[in-house]
């Protein structure tokens, strides 16, 4: 038996670069889901492309962005005043339903299609204040119900998933399992973005050897050039290059491990018991 494991594209929408990024990952059977930045200023080209038949088969879904690009663009903040705002109920619930609602009404309308997945930008969905107006929403929208990303962290692993886990996974996953709502089982693909595209496969290899049937694998990759402003452009670059180069499938078969979409894993099953864990 193989580990199955999704494997999901953040940022698409933030520019064409990850558009092609997702094409040819797609194209190859190395991706099986993207998360869509519907206020990404290259959204309209994204949209486009997808509705033309690109990507077809990966599970789309919401990149749910207060930090990056928003919608309306001015009402972005840095992430460390949207965690502060959060854990001190100084949020504006009126506003936040009113971001969450329009973020899905733009990707609906845009592709004419609901969201298989929602997760978030900089891992805002599973904040106090925001997980509550994101399942609020979700109850209210007609359709199959979508998984939401779980930051459950593999054991063993560095600082960084530790944090992301205890920024709100147990509260997020309870109230999933709660309203019958499938989760991936742990998330991999943490890191600092550091390093060049060595130091990534190397990584990635880490990640593939601890990986578990219905882990989630996210990454970050650009086909292109990029915009110089973006903090991780050269990180982007250096996960292309090995999601994309003929070793990958080396290291999927080593680890025993074979790319599926996430709604195949666990089907049609609410998110265990073992995603309300914090240990």
């Excluded at 206020?39 to 088969?57: D, I, S, V, Y």
């Excluded at 891992?123 to 930051?151: D, F, K, Y």
């Excluded at 990635?204 to 049937?213: E, G, P, S, T």
Aim: hydrophobic share 45%; charged share 20%; proline share 6%.
């Amino acid at each position: 038996m193989t580990t199955r494991l999704a494997v999901c594209v953040d940022d698409l929408g933030a520019d064409t670069g990850v558009l092609g990024a997702v094409l040819a990952l797609a194209d190859a059977g190395r991706i099986s889901a993207a998360s869509c930045m519907v206020g990404g200023p290259a959204w309209r080209e994204t949209a486009a492309a997808l509705r033309a038949g690109g990507a077809r088969g990966i599970d789309l879904g919401l990149h749910l962005d207060f930090t990056g690009f928003p919608l309306p663009p001015e009402q972005a903040a840095p992430l460390r005043t949207v965690v502060l705002r959060a854990y001190l109920n100084r949020l504006d619930l009126q506003r936040v339903r009113a971001q969450i609602r329009a973020q899905f009404d733009a990707f609906e309308d845009t592709l004419g299609r609901p969201v298989d997945h929602v997760d978030g930008h900089q891992h805002v969905h599973q904040l106090p204040g925001i997980r509550e107006a994101l399942l609020e929403e979700l109850a209210r929208r007609p359709g199959p119900r979508p998984w939401l990303r779980s930051t459950r962290h593999a054991p063993g692993l560095a600082f960084k998933p530790r944090l992301l886990q205890a920024l709100g996974q147990t509260p997020l996953a309870q109230r999933a399992r709660a309203a019958g709502y499938v989760q991936n089982r742990r998330l991999l693909g943490v890191y600092d973005f550091g390093g060049d595209a060595l130091r990534y496969r190397a990584r990635l290899r880490q990640w593939l050897a601890v990986a578990q049937d219905g882990d989630l694998l996210m990454c970050h990759p650009s086909a292109g050039a990029g915009d110089a402003a973006d903090a991780i452009r050269a990180a982007r670059q250096h996960e292309y290059a090995v999601l994309a180069g003929a070793d990958f499938d080396a290291l999927l078969a080593e680890a025993g491990c074979s790319i599926v979409p996430l709604r195949t894993v666990p089907a049609g099953q609410p998110a265990p018991e073992w995603q309300l864990s914090n240990r």
